[in-house]
């Protein structure tokens, strides 16, 4: 704008939210998993389609779009470049200079302008906001070159440079520039012509560069040390960078004068509902209120920029939303960054960004350019002013630029002064740790997220040095699981040791240590919960190592595998082979993922008394589905009340959303000490609930041959150990329940198609119930589903026994059997699960009203016939039990001609066989006896139905103790697939040795299976023989 036209009335400018979307490299963890990228980019589209379904496609458009997925390569200095001129990756430099130095440009033009980043949790929105590095994010190149242009300016133009720092996190404002200030004394404030603003925040004049970069370090360090001793992770707070900048025209006696604001948002997977799926507390956390307010913000912009009738704008219901009222809708320039994640694991949360982005694109703000006269002010404005600033805070940072007038260079001179003083106070200790740094040995802090690692470094002195929670300590740490007096670091003779007071918990490269430990450069230390940090041993021990590869997973992992936990303890399926499942992968890096959280909410728990104890376990992690093909995997946590012995499972998502609502309670422990709540508002409470421990596999192959099964069934938990074992009984049988016999078997299944069969699963017993060992006072019950029936069906609860007695019995019919019904009986099994009952839970049972009963009230299955005719509307409900009541007439009358039909086919073939026979004796002896002929084909046709009917009979057993070997040989090879070598050396040979035992018996058990077979078919051929030769040489 011309100088000239400087004193003209602003006129708003109606903008919409510029939205730019940048997608980043996989991260180690998806490498680990072996992701899929499952999104691609043209020009300035975006396409993601689903991991599972590639026809599944969605694409959106928007103003920016960035793809650093791949592409690039590393310079001699460090820096990500293009890996050649066609490589289409934008760099650092590219983000900046569309968003950053348009940011500058509105600044200068004197608007307000905002930069909101948005993504999911590791989507790589703080390394585009800040950088790590020399790969600078937006947020020092703004503000360096904000500086360099204020060089260069002309001689009748002032700047005059604020900023600020603050987190929101749990609806409480943290100033990270102020190191007395105190969470939750910071307050909104709102005023009729600034609007809302923070009363007490601190802002600090600057002249230079090296000035903010040193402010954005110790705000670093702050929030560092809040997020430990809140136990908060920085992914769950909301960062944001303030800077005020004036420019004062002293020709043209007028001001610009606009607001820079930088907001990194919390991941946000926090907003979403899913997060806590099934949980009775879903709404309690606060922890998810800022962004769940803003998008409801956005959403409420977007339907009023398109027309739709919009009666409020929730601006009031955060902290957060308060603050960025004038970036959405308001006075400000804003665009809006979105983070992006490539890998097929993150589709949803990728999805639902995108969505969100697409939504802001329609926010349309109203910026104006801030102008301001120059008029003198009085010497007590002045003061006042002064007074604000000398205090640590400009309360009303916004008067300051609105009322800051021709008289105040004395005053920003002043201002800058006092900064001055600052800066060399904390320069002197600046030098000091870096020179220490260069001799002493001393810790690093590791975090989660990569801006707050090596933020705080401890000095390890000659002689005794104490770390604990007691400011006496020399080393003061506040974590979650740090105890007054925790351990002691020595520094003796060129050697450090480390050593933990009394129970405390100290781990060394993920061992626990109990007595003093010697410790090497670059040994990993985790001290409580997960405090995490990393030694740096004495120079003579450094050398240029690449101290980046330490990351947080990487104590994670190390923390694991010394647990004995890994990726082929998860796989079962192919246990030594290179080519791991990438579901397996992702189950595991979901493990990794939670278990520092598990323990520190076993910490919490210890801390305030609840009795809890959480253990990760991984669910179906050696269970199979009825094919025997092993079942999706996925981590849960068992939760136990040590005194009572309840038991609670929580899905993965459940248990992060207790874990935030569990950090809200004991953050009110620490300021009150007071951790008392309503039981129904307790996060460590869940009513009791039964529990699934385990399942068991019946092969049904039997049935498919009218042959009956009755065996013992290890039911199998969730970690391939034996929970108790099953007796049960399936005896295929007449409609009226009278059990088929060996002369009813069919050799071929196919005999079976069409024809109604009828089958009773009998559940006899359950014996050593280990879930009852632990506690007599529980029970169970078990339940199953077979082929298409809607329900699962659950035996009676028996409580306070090891070895109850069940005595069910449920009778079924397949009126006709399809094919579908008999390839389910050849090659699936009916898995019967175990279940856990607690004192006050509620039984397991289900609702019997989709079940299709015959006329004797036997429950029908194989009804995909009947399904569609009735899914065609064909019949009505009130007409399905006369509809069966015929369909099981016919069939009976059907089968009663089947039969008939057959015996009369046996008797032609057999009287036709004799009639031959007897055609061969002479002519004259036919006509003098032509009746005796007669009797005897009749009497040999009985005899030859006799013989055949006894060797289906012989037939029939010889597949039964077929049946039960296999049944035997299928449970000895899920016991094979389950084991794990150990991780002990001197354990592997008998290890081996076991493990080639176990083959031995399987072998063993093979062979005399199908010896015992081929016998027993060669007796009765050979028999059968032998039978029909014998008539003939009469």
């Not at 004036?246 to 991941?267: E, H, P, R, W, Y």
């Not at 509307?873 to 008939?900: C, F, H």
């Amino acid at each position: 704008m011309d100088n000239e036209k400087m004193g003209e009335m602003p006129v708003p400018r109606t903008d919409s939210v510029r939205v730019a979307v940048r997608v980043r490299p996989f991260s180690q963890r998806e490498k680990n998993s072996g992701s899929q990228c499952v999104i691609s980019m043209h020009s300035r589209s975006i396409t993601i389609r689903h991991p599972k379904n590639e026809d599944h496609v969605k694409t959106f458009t928007f103003d920016l779009a960035y793809w650093s997925h791949d592409g690039f390569q590393k310079d001699e200095d460090g820096l990500l470049i293009p890996s050649d001129p066609t490589s289409k990756f934008a760099s650092q430099s590219d983000v900046f200079h569309d968003i950053g130095r348009g940011i500058l440009d509105s600044a200068w033009q004197g608007y307000n302008a905002t930069l909101l980043a948005y993504g999911q949790t590791g989507s790589g929105k703080s390394y585009s906001m800040v950088g790590f590095g020399t790969n600078k994010g937006i947020v020092p190149r703004v503000c360096e070159e904000l500086f360099q242009a204020i060089e260069k300016q002309k001689e009748n133009l002032e700047l005059q440079v604020m900023f600020s720092m603050l987190e929101i996190y749990n609806e409480q404002i943290r100033d990270l520039l102020s190191r007395t200030t105190a969470p939750g004394r910071l307050r909104v404030r709102e005023d009729p012509q600034l609007g809302f603003f923070v009363e007490g925040l601190k802002w600090a004049p600057c002249e230079d560069y090296a000035q903010i970069e040193k402010l954005v370090e110790q705000g670093s360090k702050i929030r560092m040390t809040a997020s430990t001793n809140m136990n908060a992770s920085s992914s769950r707070s909301h960062l944001l960078i303030a800077i005020q900048v004036k420019q004062v025209f002293l020709d043209i006696a007028l001001t610009k004068q606009s607001s820079i604001n930088m907001v990194d948002l919390a991941g946000s997977e926090r907003q979403r509902s899913s997060g806590s799926e099934g949980d009775r507390l879903r709404e309690g956390s606060r922890v998810n209120l800022s962004l769940t307010s803003l998008g409801n913000v956005i959403s409420a912009l977007a339907d009023l920029a398109m027309g739709k009738k919009v009666l409020h704008i929730p601006y009031r219901d955060s902290v957060l939303t308060k603050l960025l009222q004038s970036a959405l809708g308001g006075n400000s320039r804003t665009t809006l960054l979105a983070a992006l994640s490539p890998a097929d694991i993150c589709y949803e949360e990728t999805l639902s960004t995108l969505r969100y982005a697409e939504r802001a694109k329609k926010v349309r703000n109203r910026a104006v350019i801030n102008t301001c006269p120059l008029v003198r002010t009085s010497k007590a404005e002045n003061a006042l002013l002064l007074g604000f600033v000398g205090a640590g805070a400009a309360e009303h940072s916004a008067y300051f630029w609105a009322e800051q007038q021709l008289g105040t260079r004395g005053t920003w001179a002043q201002l800058l002064e006092k900064a001055r003083r600052e800066w060399e106070q904390q320069y002197e200790a600046l030098t000091q740790e870096q020179q220490m740094v260069k001799i002493l040995p001393h810790i690093l802090n590791v975090n989660e997220d990569p801006q707050l690692t090596g933020v705080l470094k401890f000095f390890i002195h000659n002689g005794s040095c104490d770390v604990g929670r007691a400011t006496s300590n020399a080393i003061c740490l506040q974590g979650l699981g740090i105890s007054d007096k925790h351990a002691s670091f020595v520094n003796l003779d060129g050697k450090v040791t480390v050593a933990p007071y009394s129970k405390c918990k100290v781990i060394v490269n993920g061992v626990p240590v109990t007595n003093r430990t010697k410790l090497q450069h670059l040994d990993r230390i985790i001290l409580g919960s997960n405090s995490a940090f990393l030694y740096i041993g004495f120079p003579s021990e450094r050398g240029a190592e690449d101290l980046s590869r330490f990351d947080y997973d990487f104590f994670q992992l190390e923390r694991a595998a010394a647990e004995g936990v890994s990726v082929d303890m998860l796989d079962s399926s192919s246990p030594g082979d290179d080519q791991t499942n990438p579901s397996i992968l992702a189950v595991f890096q979901d493990y990794i993922k939670l278990m520092p959280l598990v323990v520190e909410a076993n910490q919490m728990s210890e801390e305030l008394k609840k009795g809890l104890k959480m253990e990760l376990k991984v669910k179906n992690l050696a269970l199979s589905d009825s094919k025997g093909y092993d079942l999706q995997k996925e981590v849960m946590v068992k939760v136990t009340k040590q005194g009572t012995h309840e038991v609670w499972i929580w899905s993965k998502a459940k248990f992060i959303n207790r874990k935030f609502l569990m950090e809200e309670l004991y953050e009110r422990f620490l300021e009150s000490k007071d951790s008392h709540v309503a039981q129904e508002d307790d996060p460590f409470w869940d009513p009791v609930e039964a529990v699934h421990l385990g399942s068991a596999h019946v092969w049904l192959q039997s049935l498919a041959h009218r042959t009956m099964l009755e065996e013992q069934v290890e039911f199998l938990n969730c970690d391939g150990l034996e929970e108790a074992v099953l007796h049960i009984r399936v005896t295929p049988c007449s409609p009226e329940g009278w059990a088929h016999g060996e002369e009813d078997m069919v050799i071929d299944p196919l005999e079976l198609l069409g024809r109604r069969t009828d089958f009773q699963i009998h559940i006899v017993q359950c014996l050593g119930v280990k879930w009852l060992k632990e506690d007599a006072t529980r029970g169970i019950q078990m339940g199953y589903k077979i082929y298409d029936l809607p329900n699962t069906l659950y035996t009676k609860p028996v409580w306070k026994s090891v070895n109850p007695r069940i005595e069910e019995m449920v009778h079924f019919a397949a009126l006709g059997v399809s094919r579908e019904f008999l390839n389910y009986l050849l090659t699936n099994a009916l898995i019967v699960d175990l279940w856990g009952l607690q004192e006050g839970c509620a039984h397991l049972g289900a609702s019997q009203l989709d079940v299709l009963l015959t006329g004797e009230g036997h429950i029908i299955v194989d009804t995909k016939t009947f399904s569609s005719v009735k899914d065609g509307g064909q019949i009505t409900p009130n007409q399905v039990p006369e509809l069966y009541q015929k369909l099981l007439k016919s069939e009976e009358e059907m089968e009663l001609l089947r039969d008939i039909n057959r015996t009369l086919r046996g008797e032609n073939v057999f009287l036709k066989a004799s009639l031959e026979k007897a055609g061969s004796v002479p002519q004259a002896q036919k006509t003098d006896n032509p009746e005796g002929a007669t009797v005897t084909a009749a009497r040999e046709t009985k005899q030859v139905c006799t013989q055949q009917a006894r060797s289906n009979a012989e037939l029939a057993r010889a597949l039964k103790v077929f049946y039960r070997g296999m049944s035997v040989a299928r449970g000895q090879l899920l016991r094979l697939r389950q084991c794990r070598p150990p991780e002990d050396d001197q354990m592997l040979r008998p290890f081996v040795h076991q493990q080639s035992q176990m083959l031995k018996d399987l072998e063993d058990l093979l062979e005399s299976s199908l010896h015992k077979l081929k016998t027993d078919v060669a007796f009765i051929v050979k028999k059968k023989k032998k039978e029909y030769l014998l008539p003939s040489q009469q």
